[in-house]
């Protein structure tokens, strides 16, 4: 990476870092990604592990947030059918609940629609008994029947490394443990980032057309090294998962349950043997690197689990793990609660010109990935063999004008070989050299392949080459293999090419007398 200059240079190896560093390079551009820890380490390994339509946010009315999850999650389903699985969830519903039934059931219907032929199966509503053997250890006081729903689960991490992978195969420069500490800056712009090796303290340099800032909860201390009054565009928060064996609870679904305790969604998700349940969702000024659960975070879980499964009786000693992270959610217009901030994405440029990408969620990482290189300009890419014209001499000037950068490796034949380096024409500056590039490099095979296209004799000479029809399949002869009879056929091949370019000469003259 700090070899040569890239176009992009991502910073953050999370879900929207990989995914841009995909898309980027599958696009053409130079790609590097860098991240200061490991793969996936931020948030992208902190989820509730859904790649989901976001029932949720029905009740926020984000409905064209659920439209494209909803469409994200069936491509994902296609694309990594090993990390990405449909899960089905019960939402049971109690009388008195926050949500009530005819609520849910509209609800469960424009989950459905949003989908628009994109769900993975259609929900179906269940009565009292029919949830009860579904999920025997479902509180039934007061229980009225459950919606029965599909969404997707994943495994966030591998979703990343994988992403990853697929980026690096597409030619993108990867490295963890290198954290962008500045900004490069040589002409006010942003044009690439200091980096340290968490690993070895050693400091590098990455030279970038484009740095794109893509660090999670971090996004705002990015935008800080390009300017340090940059106005903040997140507001985290905290969301913690806890684990426990699953036969405590003895579920087979994935659950959707209104807390008891403050009203909001949360999952109860099967993990193979585990269940973790989750998650809160509360504002927190901790530093991303510190986020964790606290003890209140876990009782609020264990608490709001234990009142829909009372036979669990789960305590924080049967937590097996806990997960915290926060959220990148972009910072919403005032008086909006945590739970209430959107899940909406969206890309800011910087007066220096360094893109961010901020909020959004793993589902939708690929449509957050196309925002954000649909903003990176294209660079003004060379074609091969473009290369500055600085030649003076005679030869110099007609390689560079036909080879360009490859007009040194046109002469390097000439270092091979002197007698490549004299003209096939004396007083052209057509050299024997480019001959034999045509034939090793440009997959030349006739003599009309050299003489008209490659050297362009046939045009450019009164004689049209024809006296050095002879010499040159003299020399084709060896590199192609060919005997004395096939010499002669591609010479007066070449002879009759000519003179059938020059019948309109004859037919002119008969013109002319009659
Ligand atoms: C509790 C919780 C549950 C969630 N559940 C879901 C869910 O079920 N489904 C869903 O779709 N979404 C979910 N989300 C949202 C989703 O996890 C995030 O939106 C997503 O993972 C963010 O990815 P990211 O790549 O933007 O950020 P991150 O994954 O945090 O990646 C940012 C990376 O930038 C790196 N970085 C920071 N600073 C630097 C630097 N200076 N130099 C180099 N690297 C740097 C960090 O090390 C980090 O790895 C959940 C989020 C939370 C917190």
Not at 259 to 277: C, Q, T
Request: hydrophobic fraction near 45%.
């Amino acid at each position: 990476m700090a070899a040569e200059p890239v176009d992009v240079l991502v910073i953050g190896g999370g879900i929207t870092g990989a995914g841009i560093a995909r898309d980027a390079a599958l696009r053409g551009f130079r790609t590097a990604v860098v991240d200061k820890g490991d793969l996936g380490g931020g948030t992208s390994s902190l989820s509730s592990r859904l790649i989901h339509g976001g029932i949720r946010y029905l009740e926020q009315g984000e409905l064209r947030l659920v439209f494209e999850a909803s469409h994200e999650r069936r491509v994902l389903l296609g694309i990594a059918p090993h990390l990405v699985h449909p899960l089905p969830f019960l939402f049971p519903v109690y009388r008195g609940a926050r949500i009530p039934a005819w609520k849910l059931r509209a609800g469960m219907w424009l989950y459905d629609l949003l989908a628009a032929f994109h769900n993975v199966k259609w929900h179906r509503w269940l009565g009292r008994k029919a949830t009860q053997r579904l999920e025997p250890g479902l509180r039934d006081k007061e229980l009225k029947g459950a919606a029965l729903y599909y969404d997707a689960q994943t495994d966030d991490a591998r979703l990343v490394i994988a992403t990853m992978r697929s980026a690096a195969q597409a030619g993108a420069l990867v490295a963890n443990y290198a954290e962008a500490t500045a900004l490069l800056k040589p002409d006010g712009r942003v044009g690439g980032a200091t980096m340290r090796d968490r690993l070895t303290g050693q400091a590098s340099t990455i030279r970038a057309l484009v740095v794109v800032n893509a660090a999670g909860p971090w996004v705002d201390r990015v935008r800080s090294l390009d300017d340090t009054g940059a106005d903040p565009l997140l507001r985290p928060t905290k969301g913690v998962h806890v684990a426990v064996p699953r036969k405590r609870i003895g579920h087979t679904h994935a659950l959707t349950l209104t807390s008891p305790i403050d009203g909001r969604v949360m999952f109860v998700l099967p993990w193979d043997d585990l269940s973790y349940i989750g998650t809160t969702d509360s504002d927190d000024d901790a530093s991303p690197d510190e986020v964790r659960a606290t003890a209140d975070d876990v009782v609020y879980l264990l608490r709001s689990a234990n009142a829909f499964f009372p036979h669990a009786r789960l305590s924080p000693a049967d937590v097996v793990a806990s997960w915290a992270g926060l959220r990148p959610l972009l910072r919403p217009p005032r008086d909006v609660t945590a739970s209430a901030a959107s899940r909406e994405h969206r890309v800011v440029e910087s007066p220096s010109g360094l893109l961010t990408i901020a909020g959004g969620k793993l589902t939708t990482y690929r449509v957050m990935a196309r925002d954000g290189v649909d903003r990176v300009p294209a660079p003004p890419r060379e074609l091969d063999g473009a290369m500055d014209r600085g030649a003076s001499d005679r030869t110099a000037r007609h390689l560079v004008a036909r080879y360009g950068s490859e007009s040194a490796a046109v002469l390097n034949l000439v270092d091979r070989d002197r007698a490549l380096g004299r003209p096939i024409v004396a007083g052209r500056p057509a050299l024997w050299a480019e001959v034999a590039h045509a034939v090793e490099r440009e997959m030349a095979v006739r003599l009309s392949d050299v003489l008209v296209r490659r050297l362009h004799l046939f045009y450019a000479t009164s004689d049209q080459g024809v006296p050095a029809a002879s010499p040159v399949a003299e020399w084709l002869a060896e590199p192609l293999g060919w005997d004395a009879p096939r010499r002669a056929e591609e010479v007066t091949g070449y002879r009759e090419l000519v003179e059938r370019s020059r019948a309109f000469a004859k037919e002119a003259a008969t013109v002319g007398e009659s």
